[in-house]
């Protein structure tokens, strides 16, 4: 097993394509292991590109921003959050999220069935939570909420799981990205052993 100094070091890069596109995003330095830095330095820059083509726009002029937040860095664990804002020079802007959730160990990026034992239900378990939020908080929707996809989009920060929704896929834009976040505590009885949340679970 590969042990690393936590947190995991990160640095600001610039991706800069002027004067359309000029996007910060976070790189990976000084692992011990360097197969398993740049397979996640390539991740991230992967994702920079997948939220960059969604603007692809032909028929409008696009002027793309980025930047990430880095959400969980401890226990072997990296969350973090790439956002890009895309101005069409008038038309109603638009702005797209990805997150990315790496076992450092590993390199992989995580999926969120991937978190919890099998046979769990854990989409039920938590599509349960989601909807009784979706209530409490008097979250708009544009169709009747039913369940969470079983790789919904998620992250991890403070010893909480989010899960949350692009632009129009569950609200009107003016509600913004709904998310929902889940406090590890209550679903520590479905979580796989060794898992990302795992790991987080008995962070203090």
Do not use: C, W
């Not at 600001?12 to 359309?20: D, K, T």
Request: glycine share 4%; charged share 20%; proline share 6%.
């Amino acid at each position: 097993m590969y042990y690393y100094d936590l947190p995991v070091n990160i640095r600001s890069m610039r991706y800069r394509f002027p004067p359309y596109i000029d996007f910060y995003f976070p790189e990976i330095t000084g692992m011990s292991d360097a197969r398993i830095q740049q397979s996640m330095n390539n991740q991230i820059i992967q994702m920079m590109n997948r939220l960059i083509a969604q603007f692809d726009r032909p028929d409008l002029t696009t002027y793309i921003t980025g930047s990430f937040l880095i959400k969980a860095n401890e226990e072997n664990v990296l969350s973090m959050v790439l956002h890009a804002l895309g101005d069409f020079g008038g038309a109603h802007p638009m702005t797209y999220i990805g997150a990315l959730n790496f076992d450092v160990l590993t390199g992989e990026n995580k999926s969120l069935s991937s978190q919890f034992k099998p046979g769990s239900d854990y989409v039920k378990r938590l599509s349960d939570m989601v909807a009784e939020q979706i209530k409490e908080r008097e979250i708009p929707v544009l169709d009747e909420f039913k369940e969470i996809n079983p790789e919904q989009n998620f992250y991890v920060a403070d010893n909480v799981l989010i899960l949350y929704y692009d632009l129009y896929d569950l609200s009107p834009y003016a509600a913004g990205f709904p998310y929902f976040p889940i406090p590890l505590y209550k679903i520590q009885d479905i979580i796989a052993e060794d898992s990302l949340l795992d790991r987080l679970t008995y962070v203090i």
